[in-house]
Nanobody, 124 residues
Framework: QVELVESGGGSVQAGGSLRLSCTAS????????LGWFRQAPGKEREFVAV????????WYSDSVKGRFVISRDFAKNTVHLQMNDLESGDTAVYYC?????????????????WGRGTQVTVSS
């Protein structure tokens, strides 16, 4: 059992930055892949970035590569998403998710646990 709680969402102008945080609680959090997903109204939930279990190795979707940075503090069981050069297309509810499988994934259906989400709104 894993509990995930996101924070840091808000409103920002295009070109600005925002930092999201996710705190995980439970057993063996360090072995989980911790990912960020987002969902805009009327659209499917999409992968944003992942920090792989044990190593913290990163992988990003093409849409955010070069603008977003995922980081992880294994000692505190937290993962962060630094979002820079935000665009209107980044507006969505952002979710933190945990995947206990050996192999990491960008597919939302593979993740076992989810936070409630935090709203990010980018205005122009």
């Amino acid at each position: 059992q894993v509990e995930l709680v996101e924070s840091g969402g808000g409103s920002v102008q295009a070109g600005g930055s925002l930092r999201l945080s996710c705190t995980a609680s439970g057993h063996s959090i360090s072995s989980y892949h911790l990912g960020w997903f987002r969902q805009a109204p009327g659209k499917e939930r999409e992968f944003v970035a992942v920090s792989k279990g044990n190593t913290g190795a990163e992988w990003y979707s093409d849409s955010v590569k070069g603008r977003f940075v995922i980081s992880r503090d294994f000692a505190k069981n937290t993962v962060h998403l630094q979002m820079n050069d935000l665009e209107s297309g980044d507006t969505a509810v952002y979710y933190c998710a945990a995947d206990g499988a050996r192999r990491w994934s960008i597919q939302a259906v593979q993740y076992d646990y989810w936070g409630r989400g935090t709203q990010v709104t980018v205005s122009s």
